[in-house]
């Protein structure tokens, strides 16, 4: 029996070490690739403007991945909202990704994170933009931004 535990405590510490190795290798770097994080803020606005791009350029070196996307519209004029992300990809002209945009007391609209896989063509825009509708006579308008985060793997 005693033998039995030291065989499956060899066997259990070697399968710790090895899931240890495998997820230290599959860290931000190794010595063909390197994964680099990046975190991009874009606003879109109807009447105002906006302090923040709309757009962001994607690096041309490497491939670049949006893993999520956030955001908040605050509107006084629009009942509801409809926001997308935008980017040629994949040899079509536009690929566009829509976004969820649930109505909310506070803020106006909310758009939950979203996890997703965007893989924008690099030296692309990426652009934001969105569409009120039913809008009413507000005297701000209704401005949307949106925080989006992925990496990108050069090798």
Known sequence: MRKRMQI?????ALGLLTVAVLFLSSGTSTAQTTFTPFAATLCSADKITCN???AITIPTAGRTVIEQ????CVSDSADSVLAALQGPGGGAPKVRTE???IPNAVVGFVI???LTRIYPE?????????TPHNVSQGTTGTTCTVWIIGHTIRP
Do not use: C, D, R
């Not at 499956?8 to 259990?12: E, V």
């Not at 690099?122 to 969105?130: A, E, H, K, M, N």
């Open 112 to 114: 939950p994170t979203t």
């Open 122 to 130: 690099p030296g692309s825009q990426l652009i934001f933009f969105f």
């Open 52 to 54: 923040t791009p709309n």
């Open 69 to 72: 996307v956030s955001g908040e």
């Open 8 to 12: 499956f405590g060899t066997a259990l």
């Open 99 to 101: 976004l969820p945009a």
